[in-house]
Nanobody
Framework: VQLQAFGGGLVQTGGSLRLSCEASGFDFRWYDLAWFRQAPGKEREGVASISTSAQIKYYADSVKGRFTISRDNAKNTVYLQMNNLTPEDTAVYYC????????????????????WGKGTQVTVSS
């Protein structure tokens, strides 16, 4: 199982970035997927999660209305479109995958995801 995140970088406040995470080594379409982030000195937090069919999506309150998670099962890729970025969004962003369905009470918990990619740094300047 391999997950590889791309698309991080340096952007000014109010700017946008699109993260991509390419997966290989497992049957991607049967896995719930998520994006987490970790800022220096802080715990890893759930940002967004998407179900296998893409019909169920969860977002952290801090990113609702600004971030959009999506997936393309044909390309084994999950995306995170991030708009109106602020310095508080600065973190290393990780993609994660797990075979089990994620509910409202579990999607944001890092321990619920078995497979992780290496992170990509997002830095938002003020």
């Amino acid at each position: 199982v391999q997950l590889q995140a791309f698309g991080g970088g340096l952007v000014q406040t109010g700017g946008s970035l699109r993260l991509s995470c390419e997966a290989s080594g497992f049957d991607f379409r049967w896995y719930d997927l998520a994006w987490f982030r970790q800022a220096p000195g802080k715990e890893r937090e759930g940002v967004a999660s998407i179900s296998t069919s893409a019909q169920i999506k969860y977002y952290a309150d801090s990113v609702k209305g600004r971030f959009t998670i999506s997936r393309d099962n044909a390309k084994n890729t999950v995306y995170l479109q991030m708009n109106n970025l602020t310095p508080e969004d600065t973190a290393v962003y990780y993609c994660a995958a797990d075979r089990t369905f994620k509910a409202t009470s579990t999607w944001y918990q890092a321990a619920e995801f078995k497979h992780w990619g290496k992170g990509t740094q997002v830095t938002v300047s003020s």
